[in-house]
């Protein structure tokens, strides 16, 4: 099948990208370089995924260009005709989104409806959609249904993502596209984006004998989930293309920031100094993946525990050239 991957560059696209490649499909993948993700890591990703052609029957063509720009995504459409759209490209990060909300409107917002109308003008067969666990905002029932509510976003970047997803209610209303949103939960794992993320954070922080930052006193606690297990959700939605559907993508075995700050120091055999931080408002005070609908729909099954998964990424990150470790986080 000829899937349009957007964000086939960044972490988790090249990812998915190289499984569909892997089982045989015909990937176009679709995303830029901006200043807010490093160039140099995008590249590494994308030569990656190139790699992986020769040992698969899947092909992958990539293209450079900006999910704002209706004109390209259109001719996307017309060229390539895809018939599934993964669409994974958006400013990501709550941090970030606090500092310049018009842009993570103008992406994830005005892009998002970019590809929903090429999709639907194209005949395109579904569309999947990476959502996020902060639509969910600070919630205290906790684990996390897909049926809650989400009027409550608490960041510009949650606000984002819950607003795709209200797109996509309208879109299948309308046009009667398959559309299926994903709400991903603490996504973690080697090559992860270099800065942002707390595991990544720690082991790099760590590495060059820097204290890790925790904002709070640590005790926040999160639902992380390995990127191996992602893309399986990821596959399983394709695979199904439900006609409407949002779903959890997480672990729900949920863990506190300290914890991982000791998992981190066991895997690199170092310990680090700790430097305690006032925790920002945008800051949930805890994440949890209720997954009985992905279970029973999807077949969605995760099989990473948050010990084993950092003890991979420190692996994997350790065999990376320096230029990598000297990312900026």
């Keep these: 099948m000829k899937v349009l991957v957007t964000g086939s560059a960044g972490f988790i696209g090249s990812y998915v990208s190289r499984a569909l490649i892997a089982r045989g499909d015909n990937v176009i993948g679709f995303d830029n370089f901006q200043e807010y993700y490093s160039k140099e890591a995008k590249e590494w990703n994308n030569k990656l995924t190139n790699d992986s052609i020769g040992t698969s029957h899947g092909t992958y063509s990539f293209i450079e260009g900006d999910i704002r720009d209706r004109d390209t995504i259109f001719d996307i459409f017309a060229k390539h005709k895809p018939k599934m759209v993964i669409h994974l490209a958006a400013m990501a990060g709550v941090p970030a989104s606090l500092k310049n909300p018009k842009l993570y409107v103008e992406v994830n917002i005005d892009g998002t409806t970019n590809l929903l109308d090429a999709a639907v003008a194209g005949s395109a067969r579904g569309f999947i959609f990476a959502s996020s666990s902060s639509v969910y905002g600070n919630r205290t029932d906790i684990p996390f249904k897909e049926i809650g509510n989400v009027d409550y976003p608490i960041s510009p970047y949650a606000a984002t993502k819950r607003m795709g997803e209200i797109l996509l209610w309208t879109y299948n209303h309308l ?97 680090a100094e700790i430097k305690f931080v006032d925790q920002p408002v945008t800051e949930v005070e805890i994440t949890f993946a209720d997954l009985t609908k992905s279970k029973e729909m999807l077949g969605y099954n995760p099989k990473w525990n948050i010990k084993k998964g950092i003890a991979e990424q420190v692996r994997i990150y350790q065999q990376m050239p320096q230029w990598y470790k000297d990312l900026p986080w």
């Design 175 to 271: 046009h009667r596209i398959p559309v299926t949103g994903l709400r991903f939960f603490g996504v973690y794992g080697p090559l992860q984006r270099p800065y942002g993320m707390v595991v990544q954070r720690f082991i790099k922080q760590l590495d060059h004998d820097e204290p890790f930052t925790i904002y709070g006193d640590g005790s926040m606690v999160r639902d992380y989930t390995y990127i191996d297990d992602i893309v399986d959700g990821v596959l399983l939605a394709v695979d199904k293309n439900y006609n409407f559907e949002i779903f959890n993508l997480g672990n729900s075995y949920p863990v506190t920031v300290l914890d991982v700050a000791k998992d981190v120091e066991e895997a690199m055999g170092k310990k």
